[in-house]
């Protein structure tokens, strides 16, 4: 009895040592062989026995126990019918409100704003338009717009010149709503824009309008003045 429990707490103890070999290996022998994976963020256990995930930043890799094989995709559980990859992404790349530097945004607010919500957009977004306009009939709001010029140069000239604007809310809204150019002379702080690009590169948003609520929820892409109302019901 004595042997047995002495041989179960040695392999308590190996354990962890095993796996941390495991873990180097994997990383010394992916970043030997490809240059992409030099920095690992992250080597754990991947949900399918045998099967390791490897994480550089928020883009996520299976290998083998000595990184021999790689694999880029989806990982299914066809029981659960879950895309655990796509899981495992919106977890990493989960945005909490707070985070959100509201310096960085242009701040309209409506009615009592009590209610909150951000939206990044590019000027030239079509999409971004009908739902700035839709945004219109929507009350006790608050609405953090980070400017994210992703389209090209005109988008990126476009928005210094709204945000360099000695009234960006206006500038904002004369152009999206009503189809007025911004004007006048773009020389100014710009590194809110800079912040914000970087911010998207960090949590992967690609595209625009990309809205976040006050309770984290992401959704990409335009939604219409009904289903903003039902997400700012639900969000504390």
């Known amino acids: 009895m004595k042997f047995k429990t002495f041989a179960l707490a040695a392999l308590a103890l190996a354990l962890p040592l095993l796996a941390g070999a495991q873990e180097a290996a994997i990383r010394k022998n992916l970043a030997e062989r490809l240059e992409r994976l030099d920095k690992i963020d992250e080597v754990r256990k991947a949900p399918m026995p045998g099967l390791y995930e490897v994480r550089v ?12 094989y790689l694999i880029h995709g989806s990982l299914i559980d066809t029981r659960a019918k879950k895309d655990l990859t796509q899981e495992r992404v919106d977890k990493l790349t989960a945005i909490k409100f707070d985070d959100l530097d509201p310096k960085n945004a242009i701040a309209i607010v409506r009615g009592n704003g009590k209610r909150r919500m ?12 009908h739902l700035e306009q839709d945004l219109q009939a929507v009350d006790n709001v608050t609405v953090l717009v980070y400017l994210l010029p992703v389209l090209g ?12 604007a000695p009234d960006r809310t206006k500038a904002w809204l004369d152009w999206m709503v009503h189809g007025t150019a911004p004007a006048g002379n773009p020389i100014c702080n710009t590194e809110a824009i800079d912040a ?3 911010f998207a590169r960090k949590y992967r948003i690609t595209g625009t ?3 976040v609520f006050a309770d984290g929820t992401r959704v990409p892409g335009a939604i219409k003045t009904a289903q903003i109302e039902q997400m700012l019901s639900k969000a504390p």
């Open 118 to 129: 951000a939206i990044f957009e590019d000027p030239n977004c079509g999409y971004c338009k």
């Open 196 to 198: 914000n690009l970087a």
């Open 57 to 68: 930043g928020a883009d996520i890799f299976y290998t083998d126990a000595q990184g021999d």
């Open 209 to 211: 309008p990309a809205i």
């Open 153 to 164: 140069a005109d988008s990126l000239a476009k928005t210094r010149q709204i945000w360099c």
